[in-house]
């Protein structure tokens, strides 16, 4: 277990676990160092379920370059098509649709109303690539994840939250 401690001008402490499994300790800058191994050692069992969770994360993505390309081919099948029904739907209309190899996150919305959508998405559940398909629409509209967004989600999607659910399970 590599533990890195990074101090800064803040004032609370913060754990995080990297893509390559470090634990990374944030904590302001005159904070005594035993007590930042006291607070890592306080928080061990998150640390134990967040580095399994990361390093299952790294697992599920492992696959050949034929599989990858694959899913990009299923991705931009399917996708366009969930974007469409779901633009029809809500009236929400991105300027544009890509797809992208981006691991660790299943969708963004720019700024401008341009949607991307990650490959790797084609790994889940119909259910859960619509559900990504109307988070994203939905920021056409609301840009944060207030009440209003997730009003707009249920009104069209009333069980979105068991996708939720599947997509943060693996």
Same mark, same amino acid.
């Given at each position: 277990?590599?533990?890195?401690?990074?101090?800064?001008?803040?004032?609370?402490?913060?754990?995080?676990?990297?893509?390559?499994?470090?634990?990374?300790?944030?904590?302001?800058?005159?904070?005594?160092?035993?007590?930042?191994?006291?607070?890592?050692?306080?928080?061990?069992?998150?640390?134990?379920?967040?580095?399994?969770?990361? *390093?299952?994360?790294? $697992?599920?993505?492992? @696959?050949? /370059?034929?599989?990858?390309?694959?899913?990009?081919?299923?991705? !931009? +099948?399917?996708?366009?098509?969930?974007?469409?029904?779901?633009?029809?739907?809500?009236?929400?209309?991105?300027?544009?649709?890509?797809?992208?190899?981006?691991?660790?996150?299943?969708?963004?919305?720019?700024?401008?109303?341009?949607?991307?959508?990650?490959?790797?998405?084609?790994?889940?559940? *119909?259910?859960?690539? $619509?559900?990504?398909? @109307?988070? /994203?629409?939905?920021?056409?509209?609301?840009?944060?994840?207030? !009440? +209003?967004?997730?009003?707009?989600?249920?009104?069209?999607?009333?069980?979105?939250?068991?996708?939720?659910?599947?997509?943060?399970?693996?």
């Amino acid at each position: 277990m590599n533990i890195i401690y990074k101090r800064s001008a803040r004032k609370t402490l913060a754990l995080e676990i990297t893509k390559e499994l470090n634990i990374v300790v944030r904590l302001p800058l005159g904070y005594p160092q035993q007590k930042a191994e006291q607070f890592v050692a306080s928080h061990r069992d998150w640390i134990q379920k967040h580095m399994a969770r990361q *390093a299952a994360r790294q $697992d599920k993505y492992h @696959l050949s /370059e034929e599989n990858v390309e694959a899913l990009r081919r299923k991705a !931009k +099948e399917i996708i366009p098509l969930r974007v469409a029904y779901f633009s029809a739907l809500t009236g929400l209309t991105p300027k544009a649709v890509h797809i992208t190899s981006a691991k660790t996150r299943f969708g963004s919305c720019s700024g401008k109303n341009s949607v991307n959508f990650s490959l790797y998405l084609m790994l889940y559940s *119909a259910g859960a690539v $619509d559900y990504v398909v @109307l988070h /994203e629409l939905a920021h056409i509209r609301h840009k944060n994840h207030g !009440k +209003e967004f997730y009003r707009l989600i249920a009104k069209y999607m009333p069980d979105y939250k068991k996708y939720v659910k599947e997509l943060r399970a693996r």
